[in-house]
């Protein structure tokens, strides 16, 4: 008998208690031994849970109590979590989280503790709620030398993206709809300001390229700044607003890594990425692209991806499943000056004003104001088109998504 500890029961955590209860035969028959819930520690009382008799206060209680060789953390943030990772991993005890922060912050720490103690931390559910990405990123495709990873990794902005662009529904509105579902951040400026996508792309980053990336050497820009009327413009220009994570091996063995809202072409299968699901884009030299996609957020999918990790350090309990990188850098992340686009730009003024642009494609919108233009420009880094705009400010100005680009 495999005897697990939850920390946090939030939703992820209540999330993982119900998938091992429904799901406790094939679970067990997986893992080779049976998977039961000894603990679930919680500040809070839930004195009609089905689990109310395994909960306590006290982490030291499974900190010292041998029988527990699999600890489950979802609690989140960098605090307590931290802290109690160190504790359990200290302890020889595996741990399993959907925690992105922390493994984005303290990913190279925490394995090398895991492995001075032969015990597995594992994070799944960190990227793509239930989607497997990482696994199949350390071994299905370990093969490939990697040369770019991009994607849709956040459900709560894809959602009220979705709801936006599909129902004309307000931001704030398709955002309380995305919390009520459980699919926000506790504190949802993590989403919306893209901070969540970011910790997402570091974790994507570090382990398609060996090195960590932190989440401070990213740039990020969330989508509160989209308004309805590029939305519109994107409209007729055949694309749909996304907001992505991009990591891209560099020269001299590099990586480029931002998360920006996009203008994504409708031929492209991200700009049919939908609600609240997730998608990433893989790029190997043999595999060429390669594709996941599903619920990248939610309750119960995100605690099938963390139970499949539990499953995965039952069957490695008291040895170790092997996940390792090197630490990173201060020049080993490179900014996005070099990183020439198509831009989407929204201009106050009239078509005879765009001159010095360079070639665009005009665009129109229903209801646009006479002083208001919308344009496609050509390729160009952020500097050349400040260089053009030349002191002029543009309303919007978005990255237009060029999967033909030869990117490596
Ligand atoms: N807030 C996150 C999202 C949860 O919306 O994607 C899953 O990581």
């Given at each position: 008998?495999?005897?697990v500890a939850i920390l946090g029961?939030?939703?992820?955590?209540?999330?993982?208690?119900?998938?091992?209860?429904?799901?406790?035969?094939?679970?067990?028959?997986?893992?080779?031994?049976?998977?039961?819930?000894?603990y679930?520690l919680?500040?809070?009382?839930?004195?009609?849970?089905?689990?109310?008799?395994?909960?306590v206060?006290d982490f030291s209680v499974i900190e010292q109590d041998p029988?527990v060789e699999v600890v489950v953390e979802t609690i989140g943030g960098c605090a307590v979590a931290y802290d109690y990772t160190k504790r359990a991993l200290n302890a020889g005890k595996s741990v399993v989280t959907s925690n992105k922060e922390l493994v984005a912050e303290h990913g190279f720490e925490l394995l090398h503790l895991a492995r001075e103690h032969t015990a597995s931390y594992l994070f799944?559910?960190s990227?793509?709620?239930?989607?497997?990405?990482?696994?199949?990123?350390?071994?299905?495709?370990?093969?490939?030398?990697?040369?770019?990873?991009?994607?849709?990794?956040?459900?709560?902005?894809?959602?009220?993206?979705?709801?936006?662009?599909?129902?004309?529904?307000?931001?704030?509105?398709?955002?309380?709809?995305?919390?009520?579902?459980?699919?926000?951040?506790?504190?949802?400026?993590?989403?919306?300001?893209?901070?969540?996508?970011?910790r997402?792309?570091?974790i994507?980053?570090?382990?398609?390229?060996?090195?960590h990336?932190y989440?401070?050497?990213?740039?990020?820009?969330?989508?509160?700044?989209?308004?309805?009327?590029?939305?519109?413009?994107?409209?007729?220009?055949?694309?749909?607003?996304?907001?992505?994570?991009?990591?891209?091996?560099?020269?001299?063995?590099?990586?480029?890594?931002?998360?920006?809202?996009?203008?994504?072409?409708?031929?492209?299968?991200?700009?049919?990425?939908?609600?609240?699901?997730?998608?990433?884009?893989?790029?190997?030299?043999?595999?060429?692209?390669?594709?996941?996609?599903?619920?990248?957020?939610?309750?119960?999918?995100?605690?099938?991806?963390?139970?499949?990790d539990?499953?995965?350090a039952?069957?490695?309990?008291?040895?170790r499943r092997?996940l390792s990188w090197?630490e990173?850098?201060?020049?080993?992340?490179?900014?996005?000056?070099?990183?020439?686009?198509?831009?989407?730009?929204?201009?106050?003024?009239?078509?005879?004003?765009?001159?010095?642009?360079?070639?665009?494609?005009?665009?129109?919108?229903?209801?646009?104001?006479?002083?208001?233009?919308?344009?496609?420009?050509?390729?160009?880094?952020?500097?050349?088109?400040?260089?053009?705009?030349?002191?002029?400010?543009?309303?919007?100005?978005?990255?237009?998504?060029?999967?033909?680009?030869?990117?490596?």
């Amino acid at each position: 008998m495999i005897q697990v500890a939850i920390l946090g029961f939030g939703v992820v955590g209540s999330g993982v208690a119900e998938v091992i209860r429904r799901n406790n035969g094939p679970i067990s028959a997986r893992a080779g031994a049976g998977i039961e819930v000894k603990y679930i520690l919680d500040v809070r009382d839930f004195p009609d849970s089905p689990y109310a008799d395994r909960f306590v206060k006290d982490f030291s209680v499974i900190e010292q109590d041998p029988e527990v060789e699999v600890v489950v953390e979802t609690i989140g943030g960098c605090a307590v979590a931290y802290d109690y990772t160190k504790r359990a991993l200290n302890a020889g005890k595996s741990v399993v989280t959907s925690n992105k922060e922390l493994v984005a912050e303290h990913g190279f720490e925490l394995l090398h503790l895991a492995r001075e103690h032969t015990a597995s931390y594992l994070f799944e559910a960190s990227v793509g709620g239930g989607i497997p990405i990482l696994h199949p990123l350390t071994q299905c495709l370990a093969a490939n030398r990697l040369t770019e990873v991009q994607g849709i990794l956040n459900g709560t902005t894809n959602y009220i993206l979705t709801r936006m662009i599909t129902d004309g529904i307000s931001f704030e509105e398709a955002l309380k709809e995305a919390q009520q579902r459980g699919y926000a951040e506790h504190d949802p400026t993590d989403d919306v300001e893209g901070i969540d996508a970011c910790r997402k792309i570091c974790i994507l980053a570090t382990i398609a390229f060996g090195r960590h990336v932190y989440p401070r050497q990213v740039p990020t820009e969330g989508i509160t700044k989209i308004t309805l009327a590029d939305v519109s413009y994107a409209d007729a220009a055949g694309m749909k607003v996304k907001l992505l994570g991009r990591a891209i091996r560099q020269p001299e063995d590099r990586v480029m890594a931002y998360v920006a809202p996009h203008f994504v072409p409708v031929s492209d299968p991200l700009a049919s990425v939908e609600d609240v699901f997730n998608a990433i884009t893989v790029r190997g030299n043999a595999i060429g692209d390669v594709m996941f996609y599903g619920r990248g957020a939610g309750m119960l999918p995100t605690a099938s991806a963390v139970v499949s990790d539990v499953i995965e350090a039952a069957r490695h309990v008291r040895t170790r499943r092997f996940l390792s990188w090197e630490e990173g850098g201060e020049d080993y992340v490179v900014g996005t000056q070099t990183l020439a686009t198509q831009w989407f730009l929204r201009l106050k003024g009239a078509i005879r004003d765009l001159e010095g642009l360079g070639p665009v494609s005009i665009l129109g919108r229903a209801g646009a104001p006479e002083d208001e233009v919308g344009v496609i420009t050509e390729a160009m880094t952020r500097a050349e088109l400040e260089r053009r705009l030349a002191g002029r400010t543009a309303l919007s100005a978005i990255r237009v998504l060029d999967e033909s680009a030869d990117l490596a």
